[in-house]
């Protein structure tokens, strides 16, 4: 894998737009002076007011008292620095604030500086010993250098806190998506890049204080014939209407697909394909305040590895769920030519079982599942001779033990294929009873599995609405009390008020329309 970026030495029209534009977005660093003095207030504004640290300007905010700092903190959750005196309202006020924010607030960023003007009220050692405090200075010995330097330390500390803080973040997001990315839900891929996108920006500290929106930049990945962006940060983030993304976007793809770099790529941007057996599956971008160092570079190259493998392994999951969704489509097929009185009784089945699956509880995407391998139920009548499946009269008792075989057939034509464990599940087990006595087994509603619960009361709501050959069929509200009759003997009482709730709602409505359209046509 190659990564690219621009170099410090091109052409310096490159960095033109990249001067004070961009420099007004870097946040300043909060500094809150917490004091009852006036002067106080005004002589730290004075001695900090050309005060700067990684670029970043201070923004001072002032309480008089501790219950004032209560109402800032309240109001500001960035604050870097707190300078508190001990004493106030009263003589422990800056110490009891202190206790509040660690202890009440749970906040441990926020570096604390206690400065004291009556040191003998709030002993040095006792407050270092006793209270989570960072520095400790007598107001007498603080001279404008001296403030500098504590408010510098403090704010490199503050920073670096926050660059562990959104590393751990970032690895945290990574850790969650990734189980769901293996899980093909879509919506995870672009929670799996977003997480990437803060690792990285965590670790190579190019947010300065973890404040992403220092940072542009985004992460794509090539679909077929285009280009998809999976998460993206700071004005980058949104690409719909943004000119700017546009222009990157085709710049950037320029760069991996044809090794092209346009000089008009911001200084010190960087581009790192993810490459998987020599093959470009997208990029990550990202454009920095600052210049990314050698060891940044490689830490990138190795999260853009891992998205790389991670992607990969998502499209051959993605390439096996498609071969089992046509296999369930082809085999779901062949059972509809074989038996075509019944028209599109399959795919309404499949409609059917997956709204009912979610009303009794289940998820999206076990209902998903659920409604897929329905289309199955019925795949062992291909091999029951056209006589006894197509005919337009009652079947006579030998003729319906024939039939009756269709749900062993269906489950040995489908258990040779793990893949289709739920859909044989289905087959065998659609006729049996749940009070027992069903075929082909008998067994009963402990041993029943949900899926075929499901599926036994749908089968049977669609052939009683159906037209067949044989009859005409039936309204709706005469197929439910023909459904209630038999809850908790054939059916599964559940199942059976579950679809009654949807019809009611008008859940069933499209597949009732397409069931009428296909009696008219």
């Given at each position: 894998m190659k990564l690219i970026r621009t170099s410090n030495h091109e052409d310096q029209s490159r960095s033109s737009d990249k001067s004070d534009g961009n420099k007004s977005r870097l946040a300043p660093w909060k500094v809150l002076v917490v004091d009852d003095e006036p002067d106080i207030h005004m002589l730290t504004r004075l001695n900090l007011r050309d005060f700067s640290f990684a670029n970043r300007p201070l923004e001072i905010l002032s309480a008089n008292s501790a219950a004032e700092a209560k109402q800032v903190l309240a109001a500001h959750d960035d604050i870097a620095v707190a300078l508190v005196d001990v004493v106030m309202e009263t003589d422990d006020a800056g110490l009891l604030l202190v206790s509040y924010l660690r202890n009440e607030l749970k906040n441990n960023m926020i570096r604390v500086i206690i400065r004291t003007g009556q040191p003998g009220v709030a002993p040095e050692r006792f407050v270092i010993d006793n209270f989570d405090i960072d520095d400790y200075k007598d107001k007498t010995e603080l001279t404008v250098q001296k403030l500098y330097t504590a408010v510098?330390?403090?704010?490199?500390?503050?920073?670096?806190?926050?660059?562990?803080?959104?590393?751990?973040?970032?690895?945290?997001?990574?850790?969650?998506?990734?189980?769901?990315?293996?899980?093909?839900?879509?919506?995870t891929l672009e929670e799996f890049f977003r997480g990437v996108l803060t690792q990285i920006i965590a670790l190579c500290n190019l947010g300065s204080s973890g404040l992403i929106t220092t940072v542009d930049g985004f992460v794509t990945t090539f679909e077929e014939n285009e280009i998809r962006v999976q998460a993206g940060t700071g004005d980058l983030a949104q690409p719909k209407n943004n000119a700017r993304f546009d222009a990157v976007l085709k710049m950037c793809s320029e760069v991996v697909l044809h090794h092209i770099t346009p000089p008009q790529l911001r200084q010190e941007s960087v581009v790192v394909p993810l490459v998987a057996n020599d093959q470009p599956l997208g990029f990550i971008y990202l454009e920095s305040e600052f210049p990314i160092s050698e060891l940044d570079r490689k830490l990138i190259m190795i999260f853009a590895n891992q998205c790389a493998a991670a992607l990969q392994n998502l499209r051959l999951h993605i390439s096996l769920e498609e071969s089992y969704k046509h296999a369930i489509d082809m085999l779901a097929l062949v059972a509809e030519y074989k038996d075509r009185t019944t028209g599109s009784h399959i795919n309404r089945i499949a409609g059917y079982s997956r709204l009912l699956a979610v009303e009794m509880g289940m998820t999206n995407e076990v209902a998903e599942k659920i409604g897929m391998a329905s289309r199955l139920h019925d795949v062992g009548k291909v091999a029951i001779p056209d006589s006894v499946l197509c005919k337009p009269g009652p079947l006579t008792e030998e003729e319906f033990e024939l039939m009756k075989k269709h749900t062993e057939i269906g489950a040995v034509i489908l258990e040779r294929d793990p893949a289709m464990a739920l859909a044989r599940e289905i087959a065998l087990n659609h006729h049996e009873r749940f009070s027992g006595g069903g075929y082909p087994s008998g067994i009963q509603a402990e041993q029943l599995p949900l899926s075929s619960r499901i599926v036994s009361v749908v089968d049977v709501f669609d052939a009683l609405v159906s037209r067949r050959p044989y009859k005409t069929g039936w309204s709706v509200e005469r197929a439910l009390e023909e459904l209630r009759n038999e809850s908790g003997k054939r059916f599964d009482p559940n199942a059976v008020a579950g679809l009654e709730q949807l019809y009611r709602r008008g859940a069933l409505d499209a597949l009732l329309a397409q069931c009428a359209q296909e009696a008219i046509g």
């Open positions: 510098r330390s403090a704010l490199k500390s503050y920073r670096d806190l926050k660059s562990i803080e959104l590393n751990r973040v970032g690895l945290e997001n990574i850790l969650a998506a990734t189980p769901d990315l293996f899980r093909m839900q879509s919506e």
